[in-house]
């Protein structure tokens, strides 16, 4: 089972960024993967209660330990294929980690491909709409979703219906706001490249050519002193209820 494979091999090194397995049991009917408890819920409700957008600090933040989640699951030949705001949870500590790793595959290392068409469609890749075969660049595409949705507060290709979703996905011009630093304009230019070859993450080096990118280079100091004011925020406003 990828999934519970997944969870162990994060576990046993205690990942900072992914969701651990605490433990595991089955029965004749059902497999339980007991997970660890994410005290700050997921991306997608903390946005909507944050005015529809996230401080580009805060944003970045989170989306560089996304990037630390991913390297760890693509140098273990796992490909995860449904990067999305509600399945990115914050630690008590206001960490970002991957969670759900129910469509995961594995054995899936550089140059290696899959057909199964799969994912959430607004964050899904254009080679997976076209019935392609893709490699673990896939992952990538979706995290230039993700970064985008948090900046912007709604996902590059958003669309009436799943028809219009995706034409947008496949043909349409994605629109930066200019309320966008040059900075992530660069990094999610890279990250939305149609073309899977030429798109960031996608060659031997993977996630670190990502980690590379000047916006995490120029952002993370400040990052981290408005993630522990934000967090205080978010704490006083009562986001972080343990129910």
């Known amino acids: 089972m990828s999934e519970r494979n997944a969870l162990q091999l994060a576990s046993q090194t205690h990942h900072p960024f992914l969701v651990n397995l605490v433990a595991s049991f089955q ?34 933040f989170y989306a560089a330990c996304v990037v630390l989640g991913l390297k760890f699951l ?58 392609r075969s893709y490699t673990r660049s ?25 028809h219009q979703i995706q034409h947008n996905i496949l043909t349409s011009v994605i629109r930066f706001p200019l309320s966008i630093s040059v900075l992530a304009l660069l990094i999610l230019k890279n990250l939305l490249n149609r073309n899977p070859a030429e798109r960031l993450g996608a060659g031997r080096n993977g996630a670190s050519d990502v980690k590379r990118q000047l916006i995490f280079r120029v952002r993370l100091c400040s990052c981290v002193l408005l993630m522990c004011s934000y967090l205080l925020m978010l704490k006083q406003s009562c986001l972080f209820r343990l129910c």
Not at 138 to 157: A, I, Q
């Open 27 to 60: 029965n004749d009917h059902h497999v339980f993967l007991v997970m660890e408890y994410s005290a700050g819920g997921d991306l997608k409700s903390l946005l909507m209660r944050a005015k529809c957008v996230f401080p580009a600090e805060l944003a970045t």
């Open 74 to 131: 693509h140098k273990h030949e796992i490909i995860y294929r449904d990067i999305k705001l509600a399945n990115i949870v914050l630690d008590q500590d206001g960490y970002a980690r991957i969670t759900d790793f129910g469509i995961c595959k594995e054995g899936i290392g550089y140059g290696a491909r899959t057909r199964t068409v799969c994912g959430t469609l607004e964050y899904v890749a254009p080679e997976i709409l076209r019935g």
């Open 138 to 162: 896939v992952d990538w595409w979706s995290f230039g979703v993700l970064f985008y949705t948090m900046l912007v507060g709604k996902t590059p290709f958003a669309g009436d219906d799943e």
